[in-house]
């Protein structure tokens, strides 16, 4: 599912996954008579494949495999633009917001933050301050439009641009969007072909999942769709994979009642060896949650989610209960969000910026804090613009 995003790694890719299949399907005395069943015909190509696309997304981004725009429309003046959180309190929010505000300033543009900390009235109500402002510009993070598309499209019949990262786009009301809605369902399908591996390696088994989505959001449905997709294709390529179960949350819970609940559908799926949850965030309470409960034995099952925030990134680093998460570099996304901006204050369509998932795992890992890209893509902006 993952596009191999630079040609010049094929042969890398290919000796990777070739070791990878060798390990995994049981070459040496290891096997057994299940292993050996699970990779016959079909399901040793399938192997194969999934090892390959692993291999893809957890090698290093660069600025050929994830470039920045070539050129940038002349930079326009005077421009105001508020920014507006799902909230500041959440690393996956605040982390691009910070980096618009960041941008903006470097354009020599009014930038603020409003943050409604969770509180889909207080959205509305931010919204409708930008508007009363005359705002140039609204910039949100994880907010869907299906949520306030009414405040969106007063914002957008005034005149306003209005951005969003990490978002669902109902009606195109969102200008841009950086990263794409797709790349959600790409990072879904990817832990699920690093847990298929990480499963036969660790357990000799088949991965079967349990699956913890929230449906506020369209990038969490996306990413479990993606997920899904990837057991079914398993299936069909009698690989063994399951989903035993699935749970939904409410971002709201997760540091109160949710914990508890997933430590009951654990209890009740002892057979289960992956957690699947939407986001890091959820992942950190619910890791937690087990632990107390002592049901987060790594040597039965293992965590995936999507953000490599800081305290999950430590985790993985640590061997804890988290084995991996889907990573985007919000620090440059923040930065594209103000790209595509200035293309559109200059009367021109906003282009791709470049920020797709990548794979982190303890075998890549950064050596401290989270993940949030390979390289310093901001100086690139900062030239494209000639700013800084």
Not at 96 to 124: C, M, Q, Y
Not at 186 to 211: C, D, Q, T, W
Not at 302 to 320: C, Q
Not at 326 to 352: K, S
């Amino acid at each position: 599912m993952f596009r191999r995003r630079n040609p010049n790694q094929a042969g890398a890719v290919v000796a990777v996954f070739t070791c990878l299949v060798a390990l995994i399907t049981g070459c040496g005395p290891a096997a057994t008579t299940q292993s050996s069943a699970q990779d016959s015909g079909a399901s040793s190509a399938f192997t194969a494949k999934v090892a390959a696309d692993v291999a893809t997304a957890t090698a290093a981004q660069t600025a050929s495999t994830n470039p920045v725009p070539a050129t940038s429309d002349p930079i326009v003046h005077g421009k105001k633009i508020v920014v507006i959180p799902c909230s500041m309190a959440v690393e996956g929010c605040a982390r691009p917001a910070r980096s618009i505000i960041e941008a903006a300033h470097l354009l020599g543009w009014e930038a603020s933050i409003d943050d409604p900390a969770s509180d889909s009235t207080k959205i509305s109500a931010a919204i409708q301050r930008a508007v009363s402002k005359k705002a140039d510009a609204i910039a949100l993070t994880s907010i869907d439009a299906a949520a306030v598309q009414g405040d969106i499209k007063a914002a957008r019949d005034a005149g306003i641009a209005v951005t969003c990262n990490m978002c669902g786009n109902k009606d195109d009301l969102y200008e841009s969007m950086v990263p794409s809605l797709d790349e959600n369902n790409k990072a879904g399908y990817l832990l699920g072909e690093f847990a298929y591996l990480e499963a036969r390696k660790r357990f000799n088994s088949a991965p079967k999942f349990i699956v913890l989505t929230d449906p506020e959001f369209d990038t969490v449905k996306a990413r479990v769709s993606g997920l899904k997709q990837f057991i079914d294709d398993c299936k069909a390529a009698g690989a063994g994979c399951e989903k035993v179960a699935e749970g939904s949350f409410l971002a709201g819970e997760i540091s109160t009642v949710a914990p508890g609940r997933v430590a009951q559908l654990v209890r009740s799926n002892p057979g289960y060896n992956v957690m699947f949850a939407g986001f890091d965030a959820a992942m950190l309470f619910f890791s937690q949650g087990l632990q107390q409960a002592g049901l987060a034995d790594t040597k039965k099952a293992f965590g995936i989610s999507v953000d490599a925030d800081v305290a999950n990134t430590e985790m993985i680093r640590k061997g804890g209960f988290q084995a991996a998460s889907v990573g985007f570099a919000f620090g440059r996304a923040g930065y594209g969000h103000v790209d595509n901006l200035n293309r559109l204050f200059d009367g021109q369509a906003p282009v791709d910026q470049g920020v797709t998932g990548k794979l982190v795992t303890k075998d890549n890992v950064p050596g401290s804090g989270g993940w949030d890209g390979d390289f310093d893509a901001t100086t690139l902006y900062k030239h494209l613009w000639k700013v800084g």
